[in-house]
């Protein structure tokens, strides 16, 4: 009963003046005219949290005696309350309509799978037809007959297998509408369109034994049997119907909005019309803003700027925060707003709950359900390290796990892309391995997920930071169970596919509803909670065209046409649904802030709504009164400050360096550290010096640096001399012998197993592998054809160690081969990648190292002054680079002014600009600093430093 003296919620006006609410309006009506009657009233709004207002709204009026409180109902619980039957869940409503389907197509039926994509298009056809009172079977003859037609072709003899399938999946829609309802109708159960047709059908509340009145408040578009019951009850004194129309919208005949008003609005006895748009003197926002995150970050910028003017209490906080609403007409940018939220908002209440599919329980679910599909399409036991990886950094799973990052990182440094089933075992708990290992099948999965997420429910409870995770783990096992009775029953799951698609759309399509007062705190709502209710600061997101209006997609198997012949919805019906829906959120709001999303997309620019564009061209005629502001935000966009680093060699700096420059086993200075010294010397301090790495990858494609390798050792292998000889001559029969591409495998680190080998760019990895090899192999066998080639040796190792400025320093290489040809010595190295064949043309002397062409003709020079030093000789060799993946060129070789060989000119002008290099390396007063060559920081590891 209601005993409350309070005052009516309104909303003030900036005149000084209040607007009724509309559901405070509603309220009003209820107690002036059936306070003495209120138990035999019942009152139908379009949602369930209108009916949380309208309650909200009873308690708070000004009414001082007492009275029953009606029965209050949304739409949808009504007409369920009212037929007496009970609603089918929607996944059973779906399994109840594959289990017809098994019934009418015999050995022709679908998987699960495949039906799970077309069946939620046929229930809500099921559901339009019903509640629009359309002829179902006059309907589905003439959509059967009109599918047929269309593939009807007069130059071909006959349909080809796939036409006739569709055909006669059309032919039968009426037969599984039939069956559907025959079978529904046998367990008194409905979905929502059949209960409104009941209700029609049979009259039953004409003659209610308890509810003798019934009031409608709030709808805009009435389905054809909420309209043909309301013309009953009207006839028969029973109805009363409350509009929540302005003239703005229902006068203009042209207006989407007032579409299904216009004609109702001529009975004198309409209630209400109103003339807000007229009266309004508020403020109407328009921002345009690149990105959602743009708009998140605006929205919460604009509950800040809302609660700075009203901070003089805590109770006027709360009621600003309770006026105002931020809609969503994306609702994917839910996350988002809430992490754009400022930390003084009293509280948030989120209509539309919290989806399972964004917690970290949600990502567990779908890993598990990865991880059984792939089993059962690559038939394998093996778990790939990316999903491990990403179950131990779940939030969720660190209850489960003794130490998730010592485990992740031990992960990291293994570099295995698969692990076998022990390994998981002894890596994972047991019954999280056990749903990853086992051969289960899916029924016996859903029971094993059942128990995890009990289990996880449980380990989690004491963890105050995962109470969110608490709430969907206990959310998800109730929808599993439900879902395990709704299976047993029907008897239809068979593969993992069918368990999957199940469980993405019901469980993982759960939302978690927020606990605390519903009506308290910041409201954030989807465009349809927003129904009947009215708020003083409105925030609406995302109107762009596509999203409101959604535009011209309608998930529907009958075509517009035929809707439009059956009176059906269309499309145009749902863009005027959304059209009132967005005038009437507006109309009673004291300031409005629209946003939009400016930036481009994948088919194109982001579109203001039109809904904007009308805003701002006929308003301002209508209504003077009315602020409207239009602009373009653009964040603030942060210019990387420049930073210029150098690091000083004191006395720490310079004992490090002399450090890396002594012989060891990752000490001294090689080719690849001097060409990174002639290319920067901070890049070299970095990498020789503190010796920093890249961040540890796994890699599951072969990495180009162990192909590399790989390759290497496959020529390594077939040109090796014998020990006890003087060389090995090349044979070009013995390299014809050679099955290159499993040598290259069996070179490949352990965890590069034959199946990763098998198939994805791994495959082509090897094929490209095995191409370079064939192709360098038939260039030295037609070398060989030409002349004899000795190999004197490969990979061989080249050092040399001397004092400079009283510091060791050790000089070290490996040259991958040396060889004879005729008279002349060559030092070969392989490359793999890509090497401009002038990158060894030396066109002048040169006098330092950055003076030389390339790193290439560094690396040629540094191997044939290192051997010459070896071996305290001064011979003219030719110094040379042998290219893989060029075809056109097999060998290049360094010249100086188009002259081969390394001559003793030519070594002594190097060993002087070596020198010099390193004399500056060595000295103290020359910092570490960076290249002044930005072109070169493209591709450094240290960019991220250097902010380059």
């Given at each position: 009963?209601?005993?409350?003296?309070?005052?009516?919620?309104?909303?003030?006006?900036?005149?000084?003046?209040?607007?009724?609410?509309?559901?405070?309006?509603?309220?009003?009506?209820?107690?002036?005219?059936?306070?003495?009657?209120?138990?035999?009233?019942?009152?139908?709004?379009?949602?369930?949290?209108?009916?949380?207002?309208?309650?909200?709204?009873?308690?708070?009026?000004?009414?001082?005696?007492?009275?029953?409180?009606?029965?209050?109902?949304?739409?949808?619980?009504?007409?369920?309350?009212?037929?007496?039957?009970?609603?089918?869940?929607?996944?059973?409503?779906?399994?109840?309509?594959?289990?017809v389907h098994q019934e009418i197509e015999n050995n022709e039926k679908a998987s699960l799978e495949s039906f799970l994509?077309?069946?939620?298009?046929?229930?809500?056809?099921?559901?339009?037809?019903?509640?629009?009172?359309?002829?179902?079977?006059?309907?589905?003859?003439?959509?059967?007959?009109?599918?047929?037609?269309?593939?009807?072709?007069?130059?071909?003899?006959?349909?080809?297998?796939?036409?006739?399938?569709?055909?006669?999946?059309?032919?039968?829609?009426?037969?599984?509408?039939?069956?559907?309802?025959?079978?529904?109708?046998?367990?008194?159960?409905?979905?929502?369109?059949?209960?409104?047709?009941?209700?029609?059908?049979?009259?039953?509340?004409?003659?209610?034994?308890?509810?003798?009145?019934?009031?409608?408040?709030?709808?805009?578009?009435?389905?054809?049997?909420?309209?043909?019951?309301?013309?009953?009850?009207?006839?028969?004194?029973?109805?009363?119907?409350?509009?929540?129309?302005?003239?703005?919208?229902?006068?203009?005949?042209?207006?989407?909005?007032?579409?299904?008003?216009?004609?109702?609005?001529?009975?004198?006895?309409?209630?209400?019309?109103?003339?807000?748009?007229?009266?309004?003197?508020?403020?109407?926002?328009?921002?345009?803003?690149?990105?959602?995150?743009?708009?998140?970050?605006?929205?919460?910028?604009?509950?800040?700027?809302?609660?700075?003017?009203?901070?003089?209490?805590?109770?006027?906080?709360?009621?600003?925060?309770?006026?105002?609403?931020?809609?969503?007409?994306?609702?994917?940018?839910?996350?988002?707003?809430?992490?754009?939220?400022?930390?003084?908002?009293?509280?948030?209440?989120?209509?539309?709950?919290?989806?399972?599919?964004?917690?970290?329980?949600?990502?567990?679910?779908?890993?598990?359900l990865k991880s059984a599909l792939d089993k059962e399409r690559y038939k394998r036991k093996n778990i790939h390290v990316?999903?491990?990886?990403?179950?131990?950094?779940?939030?969720?799973?660190?209850?489960?796990?003794?130490?998730?990052?010592?485990?992740?990182?031990?992960?990291?440094?293994?570099?295995?892309?698969?692990?076998?089933?022990?390994?998981?075992?002894?890596?994972?708990?047991?019954?999280?391995?056990?749903?990853?290992?086992?051969?289960?099948?899916?029924?016996?999965?859903?029971?094993?997920?059942?128990?995890?997420?009990?289990?996880?429910?449980?380990?989690?409870?004491?963890?105050?930071?995962?109470?969110?995770?608490?709430?969907?783990?206990?959310?998800?096992?109730?929808?599993?169970?439900?879902?395990?009775?709704?299976?047993?029953?029907?008897?239809?799951?068979?593969?993992?596919?069918?368990?999957?698609?199940?469980?993405?759309?019901?469980?993982?399509?759960?939302?978690?509803?927020?606990?605390?007062?519903?009506?308290?705190?910041?409201?954030?709502?989807?465009?349809?909670?927003?129904?009947?209710?009215?708020?003083?600061?409105?925030?609406?997101?995302?109107?762009?065209?596509?999203?409101?209006?959604?535009?011209?997609?309608?998930?529907?198997?009958?075509?517009?046409?035929?809707?439009?012949?059956?009176?059906?919805?269309?499309?145009?019906?749902?863009?005027?649904?959304?059209?009132?829906?967005?005038?009437?959120?507006?109309?009673?709001?004291?300031?409005?802030?629209?946003?939009?999303?400016?930036?481009?997309?994948?088919?194109?620019?982001?579109?203001?709504?039109?809904?904007?564009?009308?805003?701002?061209?006929?308003?301002?005629?209508?209504?003077?009164?009315?602020?409207?502001?239009?602009?373009?935000?653009?964040?603030?966009?942060?210019?990387?400050?420049?930073?210029?680093?150098?690091?000083?060699?004191?006395?720490?700096?310079?004992?490090?360096?002399?450090?890396?420059?002594?012989?060891?086993?990752?000490?001294?200075?090689?080719?690849?550290?001097?060409?990174?010294?002639?290319?920067?010397?901070?890049?070299?301090?970095?990498?020789?010096?503190?010796?920093?790495?890249?961040?540890?990858?796994?890699?599951?494609?072969?990495?180009?640096?162990?192909?590399?390798?790989?390759?290497h050792l496959v020529l390594e292998n077939i040109f090796r001399p014998d020990e006890n000889t003087d060389g090995y001559?090349?044979?070009?029969?013995?390299?014809?012998?050679?099955?290159?591409?499993?040598?290259?495998?069996?070179?490949?680190?352990?965890?590069?197993?034959?199946?990763?080998?098998?198939?994805?760019?791994?495959?082509?990895?090897?094929?490209?592998?095995?191409?370079?090899?064939?192709?360098?192999?038939?260039?030295?066998?037609?070398?060989?054809?030409?002349?004899?080639?000795?190999?004197?040796?490969?990979?061989?190792?080249?050092?040399?160690?001397?004092?400079?400025?009283?510091?060791?320093?050790?000089?070290?290489?490996?040259?991958?081969?040396?060889?004879?040809?005729?008279?002349?010595?060559?030092?070969?190295?392989?490359?793999?990648?890509?090497?401009?064949?002038?990158?060894?043309?030396?066109?002048?002397?040169?006098?330092?190292?950055?003076?030389?062409?390339?790193?290439?003709?560094?690396?040629?020079?540094?191997?044939?002054?290192?051997?010459?030093?070896?071996?305290?000789?001064?011979?003219?060799?030719?110094?040379?680079?042998?290219?893989?993946?060029?075809?056109?060129?097999?060998?290049?070789?360094?010249?100086?002014?188009?002259?081969?060989?390394?001559?003793?000119?030519?070594?002594?002008?190097?060993?002087?600009?070596?020198?010099?290099?390193?004399?500056?390396?060595?000295?103290?007063?020359?910092?570490?600093?960076?290249?002044?060559?930005?072109?070169?920081?493209?591709?450094?590891?240290?960019?991220?430093?250097?902010?380059?």
């Amino acid at each position: 009963m209601l005993k409350h003296p309070f005052h009516a919620f309104r909303i003030n006006n900036e005149n000084g003046g209040n607007v009724d609410t509309f559901l405070g309006k509603v309220a009003r009506e209820i107690i002036e005219k059936h306070q003495n009657n209120t138990h035999q009233l019942a009152v139908i709004l379009p949602s369930r949290r209108a009916v949380a207002y309208l309650k909200k709204e009873l308690r708070q009026s000004d009414f001082s005696g007492s009275m029953w409180l009606p029965d209050i109902f949304s739409i949808e619980d009504f007409v369920y309350a009212a037929s007496g039957y009970e609603q089918i869940d929607p996944t059973a409503l779906v399994i109840e309509l594959f289990r017809v389907h098994q019934e009418i197509e015999n050995n022709e039926k679908a998987s699960l799978e495949s039906f799970l994509a077309w069946a939620p298009m046929m229930v809500h056809d099921f559901n339009s037809i019903d509640e629009n009172l359309a002829d179902a079977s006059a309907l589905f003859s003439f959509l059967s007959e009109a599918k047929a037609i269309e593939k009807w072709r007069p130059d071909k003899d006959q349909l080809t297998k796939n036409e006739k399938e569709y055909v006669a999946f059309f032919a039968l829609l009426k037969t599984y509408y039939h069956k559907l309802r025959e079978s529904l109708l046998k367990q008194r159960k409905a979905y929502q369109g059949m209960a409104i047709k009941a209700i029609h059908e049979s009259g039953v509340l004409l003659d209610h034994e308890k509810w003798q009145h019934f009031i409608f408040a709030g709808f805009y578009a009435l389905t054809q049997a909420e309209e043909e019951l309301m013309k009953a009850l009207k006839k028969a004194g029973k109805l009363t119907r409350f509009f929540d129309a302005d003239q703005y919208y229902v006068k203009d005949k042209f207006h989407e909005a007032g579409k299904f008003l216009r004609n109702k609005a001529t009975d004198e006895h309409f209630h209400w019309l109103f003339d807000y748009y007229r009266e309004k003197t508020g403020e109407i926002n328009i921002s345009g803003i690149p990105g959602n995150i743009g708009q998140a970050r605006q929205a919460g910028a604009l509950i800040d700027e809302i609660n700075k003017h009203k901070n003089t209490s805590e109770n006027e906080k709360n009621q600003t925060d309770e006026n105002t609403a931020i809609v969503l007409a994306d609702e994917s940018l839910l996350m988002p707003v809430l992490n754009s939220l400022p930390k003084n908002v009293s509280g948030i209440n989120v209509t539309m709950g919290f989806p399972v599919n964004q917690t970290s329980t949600g990502s567990l679910l779908r890993l598990l359900l990865k991880s059984a599909l792939d089993k059962e399409r690559y038939k394998r036991k093996n778990i790939h390290v990316d999903d491990l990886l990403q179950i131990i950094n779940l939030p969720v799973s660190s209850p489960l796990l003794e130490n998730p990052e010592t485990l992740r990182l031990q992960l990291i440094k293994n570099k295995k892309v698969f692990y076998q089933p022990e390994e998981v075992t002894a890596l994972l708990p047991s019954r999280l391995a056990d749903i990853l290992l086992e051969d289960n099948n899916p029924s016996e999965l859903l029971s094993k997920l059942i128990e995890f997420t009990k289990i996880l429910s449980q380990n989690m409870e004491d963890k105050t930071t995962l109470t969110l995770e608490v709430h969907s783990a206990s959310i998800i096992c109730d929808r599993l169970i439900e879902l395990q009775k709704i299976l047993q029953k029907a008897n239809v799951l068979n593969t993992f596919n069918d368990l999957e698609k199940l469980l993405r759309k019901t469980v993982l399509n759960a939302r978690l509803p927020f606990s605390g007062e519903p009506l308290k705190g910041l409201q954030i709502m989807g465009m349809l909670e927003s129904r009947a209710l009215d708020f003083e600061n409105i925030i609406l997101l995302s109107v762009n065209e596509g999203s409101l209006p959604a535009g011209k997609s309608y998930n529907s198997l009958i075509p517009q046409d035929i809707r439009r012949k059956f009176n059906l919805p269309t499309y145009q019906d749902n863009d005027s649904i959304y059209a009132y829906h967005f005038y009437r959120l507006l109309q009673r709001a004291k300031k409005v802030h629209l946003l939009y999303n400016t930036q481009a997309g994948t088919l194109g620019g982001k579109e203001q709504s039109r809904f904007i564009k009308q805003l701002k061209h006929e308003l301002p005629h209508y209504n003077p009164e009315i602020t409207l502001n239009d602009e373009l935000l653009t964040p603030p966009v942060a210019i990387a400050e420049e930073r210029t680093i150098t690091v000083e060699k004191d006395e720490t700096v310079m004992e490090d360096l002399q450090k890396a420059l002594q012989k060891g086993n990752y000490s001294g200075l090689s080719a690849s550290g001097l060409k990174t010294l002639t290319n920067c010397s901070l890049q070299y301090y970095f990498k020789y010096v503190l010796r920093l790495e890249k961040t540890d990858e796994i890699e599951e494609t072969i990495p180009m640096n162990i192909f590399g390798d790989a390759v290497h050792l496959v020529l390594e292998n077939i040109f090796r001399p014998d020990e006890n000889t003087d060389g090995y001559v090349v044979s070009p029969q013995y390299l014809k012998q050679q099955n290159v591409r499993e040598q290259f495998i069996a070179n490949l680190p352990e965890e590069y197993t034959r199946d990763l080998l098998q198939t994805g760019r791994n495959r082509l990895m090897v094929d490209l592998a095995e191409n370079l090899l064939k192709r360098f192999l038939d260039e030295e066998i037609q070398a060989a054809q030409n002349h004899k080639i000795t190999i004197k040796s490969v990979e061989e190792q080249l050092a040399y160690k001397t004092v400079i400025r009283d510091i060791e320093v050790y000089f070290k290489g490996k040259a991958d081969r040396i060889d004879e040809t005729g008279h002349t010595k060559r030092i070969i190295d392989y490359k793999t990648g890509n090497v401009k064949p002038g990158n060894l043309n030396q066109q002048e002397p040169f006098e330092s190292l950055d003076e030389l062409k390339s790193g290439e003709a560094i690396q040629v020079l540094f191997y044939d002054w290192l051997y010459n030093k070896m071996n305290n000789s001064d011979e003219a060799l030719e110094g040379g680079i042998m290219l893989l993946a060029n075809p056109s060129k097999h060998s290049i070789f360094f010249n100086l002014k188009k002259n081969t060989g390394i001559t003793p000119e030519i070594r002594q002008q190097f060993e002087n600009a070596l020198w010099a290099k390193v004399e500056e390396l060595l000295d103290p007063s020359v910092p570490f600093a960076q290249t002044e060559d930005r072109n070169k920081c493209e591709i450094c590891d240290f960019r991220s430093i250097c902010k380059r």
